[in-house]
């Protein structure tokens, strides 16, 4: 039996080493690359809508102050505003079956005060005068400006269940698409300035051209896409509950001595069934329970007095009590979260039975107001604005441009899919690293099962579909 020579053995060792090494790294780039590019092709639009309807709504302020302007501001500054008590009664009176839920206070001298009401059995939002008392304008809440392109943002105009969930995944495979891309766009071999931190140009139309326009605006703007995706999932319907359970059980939301009178309230009744204007990390704050007895409940006047006195800081809004037994609410998001508060006061005695406020916060929920306001575009004024423009026009161009990228490439009667990776336990070891992120975002870790499901039993199983897919 003869032996291999001692110098062949040693020589092809260290070949045999970087071939596999060189297999294993191609897999891993094409099973990253075909999870980025299924994440892609299915909620790219969706990102899109987001994109749209998020970089309109940054400017509602400005927008709304030119569509509404004679509603949103008075004809002539007086000198005192009237009273709230005042105000309410003289709307009542104006207008025969009107019912008043809420009452905001504004800081502008400029600005009206905005009246929650019930006319007719429509809620309408109506602006009033607070010099003179006198109804500047009403409008159906469900159908202002801001109303649709919120439902646009956060159920895509078509409202219910199902689309807040749809946009809830989209935004979560965001984080997936953009973890995914920084790997796909490291560079893998000697770093070069073109085609990595900046695009080259110079064959407008070229797939080349597209792939940069993609690639590299990804790159620098991926922080700031990633602080806005995070910093809305609170609001989600799935993974906002989870976050609010974490900061509770972590005791990192709010403290037990934000309930000014006795232990925290068991109530199934929490603050955002009953209050506007509320803060994230008081919207589930139970609701205590004014004294029961025969009294004579506080006016208006008396909560507004309390409420400054107490240091709320205006703009703020005075929610009237649910029932005999419920409490007035006075509440604020402020633009500086450091200003937000949450009071429940008793209807009868005056007493403040909830005051939440920013320091209460714990650290989850103070990082979780900042972020909010930051997403929402009003942290830091107009240059809080600009950026998340910025972060919003890039979306959709990095959307846009991989679809383009995505039709230049597609082969006739394909997907154009990337191919499966050639070494089996690296796709199974990216799967088990999807499926943890699946496990930390429900509804990823669902489309996840979904997709394996259609791939073990449908997909391979029919070879036109088979063909298609490039499985």
């Known amino acids: 039996m003869r032996t291999m020579p001692a110098e062949h053995s040693s020589s092809s060792t260290p070949e045999m080493k970087r071939k596999t090494s060189s297999v294993v790294r191609q897999s891993v780039y094409q099973s990253a690359w075909r999870w980025h590019f299924y994440a892609g092709i299915i909620f790219a639009p969706f990102l899109i809508i987001l994109a749209f309807s ?22 002539e500054v007086g000198t005192t505003p009237m009273a709230p008590e005042s105000i309410v009664g003289k709307i009542v009176k104006g207008y ?3 019912v008043v839920s809420s009452i905001t206070l504004e800081n502008n001298r400029e600005s009206t005060y905005k009246l929650s009401v019930t006319s007719d059995g429509i809620s309408k939002t109506m602006y009033v005068d607070p010099y003179t008392g006198h109804a500047r304008g009403a409008m159906d809440s469900s159908k202002t400006f801001s109303a649709f392109f919120k439902k646009m943002h956060s ?33 893998r071999n000697k770093a070069s300035i073109w085609g990595t931190i900046l695009p080259r140009l110079s ?56 309930y000014s009178f006795g232990e925290k309230p068991e109530s199934v009744t929490v603050a955002k069934d009953i209050a506007e204007d509320l803060p994230w990390a008081a919207e589930n704050v139970p609701v205590p329970v004014s004294m029961s007895g025969k009294y004579v409940p506080l006016g208006l006047n008396d909560i507004a007095l309390i409420a400054d006195d107490q240091r709320v800081i205006k703009p703020y809004t005075i929610t009237y009590p649910a029932g005999a037994t419920g409490v007035f609410t006075v509440s604020t998001s402020h633009s500086k979260p450091g200003h937000s508060a949450t009071l429940h006061i008793d209807q009868y005695s005056g007493a403040v039975l909830t005051d939440v406020r920013f320091a209460d916060y714990g650290i989850m929920a103070k990082l979780i107001s900042y972020g909010i306001a930051f997403h929402e575009g009003r942290l830091f004024g107009l240059v809080n604005q600009l950026l998340g423009l910025i972060a919003c026009l890039g979306l959709m161009l990095i959307s846009i441009s991989s679809y383009v ?64 897919f490039s499985i």
């Open 96 to 98: 025969p079956g009107t």
């Open 203 to 258: 064959k407008p139309g070229s797939r080349l051209f597209w792939r940069d326009l993609h690639a590299v605006p990804a790159f620098w703007l991926s922080l700031l896409i990633l602080i806005i995706i995070l910093s809305g999932l609170p609001w989600s319907g799935i993974l906002g509950g989870q976050i609010d359970k974490l900061a509770n059980s972590t005791n990192t939301n709010t403290p037990p001595f934000a």
């Open 155 to 187: 159920e895509l105009v078509i409202g219910g269940t199902f689309a807040n969930r749809l946009v809830e995944l989209a935004a979560c495979w965001a984080i997936i698409l953009i973890l995914t891309g920084l790997f796909l766009w490291w560079p």
């Open 405 to 468: 990228m995505w039709r230049k490439r597609k082969p006739a009667g394909k997907l154009g899919a990337p191919t499966k990776p050639k070494n089996p336990k690296v796709t199974i070891g990216v799967l088990i690293i999807m499926l943890v992120c699946g496990a930390i975002m429900p509804l990823v870790g669902l489309s996840i099962l979904i997709v394996l499901v259609l791939d073990l039993f449908i997909l391979c199983r029919i070879k036109s579909l088979r063909h298609w």
């Open 54 to 75: 998020g970089a309109v709504y940054l400017f509602k302020p400005q927008i709304e102050g030119l569509l509404y302007k004679d509603m949103l501001t008075v004809r």
